[in-house]
Structure formats: structure tokens, C-alpha cells
């Protein structure tokens, strides 16, 4: 079974990393998580 791999960043940083790849700028690399989340906690309703 193959694992996903996601990860947590401000969304400040998801934000300027997805604009740069979108502009040519950057390209993710082999591994590199393909779904971001911007908090680790669950949020408390």
C-alpha cells in the first residue's frame, strides 16, 4: 500500500510556495508533500 504524504505549514508559506510553482519559480521535488495543511490541531468548537 502506498502512503500519502502531507504536510503543515503557516498558511502565509502555502500560500507564496503554491503562487511560486504556479509562476514557473519553483518545482516541487520527488517526495515533497503534495497535500498542506496550515495547523496540526483539530480545531475546538
Excluded at 508559506?13 to 496550515?38: D, L, Q, S, T
Amino acid at each position: 500500500m502506498k502512503s500519502m504524504v502531507i504536510g503543515v505549514m503557516p498558511q502565509d508559506k502555502i500560500r507564496a510556495r503554491a503562487m511560486a510553482i504556479a509562476k514557473g519559480e519553483y518545482k516541487p521535488k520527488r517526495g515533497e508533500p503534495k497535500i498542506w495543511f496550515r495547523c496540526a490541531r483539530w480545531p475546538k468548537y
